[in-house]
């Protein structure tokens, strides 16, 4: 008897353990989406407002221009991956990047526009860097569970996450940023939301 009860214990934790995996992996990030009710400034000054955005699939990245290593590095791999996307005749059609500064405050539209050009994004209409007040950036990452936080120091600690949008805005996938970034899985998923 003891040990039935032991199995059906076992079990039960194995199942428990199985279903929280499936909910921090899947069903947390059910529904999430890119609020609407935001407006911010592109590099150039133009607005940028989230309710208009064209049904695409996008590849957002939370950064800010001075991050010392996983910021530049994932943002140079999505410079990969646009000409992959280019070559495939998707990128501007039916995919798009958005970066999105945390650090709006030192990153200027100067700021921005240098680090675009950097990055092979100089005036790209289909990679927008958009900045705008903390509290609008907040409102654009907590839905995403990525935190950022000025320690007081010269850089900003952040989660370092990339997220994937299907065309109705929904949250799809998210990657790890910086060396984990992996460029071929990233191109994978986006072709299957675009096929």
């Known amino acids: ?3 039935k009860w032991y199995i059906t214990f076992i079990t039960l934790l194995v199942v428990g353990i199985g279903l929280g ?4 992996q899947f069903w947390r990030d059910a529904g999430v989406q890119l609020p609407e009710d935001v407006t911010m400034k592109t590099a150039y ?9 064209e049904p695409k699939v996008r590849l957002v990245e ?3 221009t001075a991050c010392p290593d996983v910021c530049p590095l994932t943002t140079q791999r999505m ?3 646009k000409k992959q996307f280019q070559d495939k005749g998707v990128y501007g059609n039916e995919v798009e990047f958005l970066s999105i ?4 405050e030192q990153d200027t539209q100067e700021a921005l526009q240098k680090y675009a050009a950097t990055f092979g994004a100089k ?5 927008k860097f958009v900045r705008g007040s903390v509290s609008d950036t907040r409102k654009v990452a907590d839905p995403f569970r ?4 000025d320690n007081g120091t010269d850089y900003l600690v952040h989660t370092s996450f990339a997220y994937l949008i299907d065309e109705k805005n929904y949250l799809v996938a998210k990657f790890p940023m910086g060396d984990a970034f992996d460029k071929e899985q990233v191109y994978k998923q986006v072709m299957d939301l675009v096929n």
């Open 45 to 53: 000054g133009e607005e940028f407002n989230f309710a208009e955005m």
């Open 79 to 81: 410079m990969h991956l």
């Open 146 to 149: 990525f935190l950022f936080k």
């Open 101 to 104: 500064t945390i650090d709006p």
């Open 21 to 24: 995996i499936s909910y921090v």
């Open 1 to 3: 008897m003891q040990k």
């Open 62 to 64: 939370f950064m800010y």
């Open 123 to 127: 005036k790209d209409e289909a990679w």
